[in-house]
């Protein structure tokens, strides 16, 4: 099944203590991005990653870390975490470009303490 | 700026009517929109897109229209069902070309 997966999907976690996320998409998508969903805020995006080894940053990427070392994968590391990176985070890829239709993961929901 | 904003926040309908949701966008420049449908704890599922060479575009009992002349999109469900109750984004991209750009989003309730 044709999907991107993104793990955990919860987590709790505590100010300072380094932690990453991981997605992975199975389609072959040259496209990936990470976007944080706060309420009232909308979808915002913090990196982007156009093709192996080159990525972006986004509208929000203080704080946060990504790199694309294989198609497949594109993880966020938090190596400070802090209270305002409480979100919920959504990974998404396309195969070509952010302007073709983007799939979403299932989302991570993230709470620092 | 760039923009993508809805009219309303919530729109409550029954099962078998049809449903409209707007969405009014700022960048005269923009040349693709997608709408998305985010059910509770899910991610955004693509429901349909639409290019600005287009007024309309249907899919499965959604139709999408473009206005551009006001800068203006919507989004038609046809008789709506209880598993169309989510909340609904238009999006559209930023000036680079690098990002989407979501609206805040409409919550449909949908009630049998």
């Known amino acids: 099944e044709a999907q991107v997966t993104q793990n955990p999907r919860y987590l709790i976690t505590v100010t300072g203590k380094k932690l990453t996320v991981t997605c992975s998409q199975n389609?072959?998508?040259?496209?990936m991005s990470w976007y944080r969903q706060d309420p009232g805020l909308g979808l915002r995006q913090i990196y982007y990653?156009?093709?192996?080894?080159?990525?972006d940053k986004g509208d929000v990427p203080e704080g946060y870390k990504v790199s694309r070392k294989e198609k497949r994968n594109f993880p966020l590391i938090l190596e400070s975490p802090s209270p305002n990176q409480t979100s919920l985070y959504f990974c998404?890829?396309?195969?070509?470009?952010?302007?073709?239709?983007?799939?979403f993961g299932a989302g991570t929901r993230l709470s620092v303490l | 700026g760039e923009s993508v904003g809805l009219h309303l926040p919530t729109l409550s309908v029954q099962e078998g009517d049809n449903s409209i949701i707007n969405c009014a966008y700022s960048?005269?420049?923009?040349?693709?929109f997608i709408w998305y449908k985010q059910e509770s704890g899910k991610g955004p599922q693509f429901i349909i897109d639409?290019?600005?060479?287009?007024d309309k575009r249907q899919g499965q009992r959604v139709t999408v229209l473009l206005n551009k002349t006001v800068k203006h999109l919507s989004l038609q469900i046809a008789a709506t069902q209880p598993g169309d109750s989510a909340v609904y984004f238009c999006?559209?991209?930023?000036?680079?070309?690098?990002?989407?750009?979501f609206g805040k989003g409409t919550t449909l309730s949908v009630s049998s």
């Open positions: 998404a890829s396309s195969p070509q470009g952010v302007k073709n239709i983007q799939y």
């Open positions: 389609m072959n998508h040259e496209y």
């Open positions: 990653s156009m093709n192996v080894e080159v990525t």
């Open positions: 960048n005269s420049a923009s040349d693709y």
């Open positions: 639409i290019r600005s060479n287009m």
């Open positions: 999006a559209d991209f930023n000036q680079a070309g690098t990002a989407l750009i």
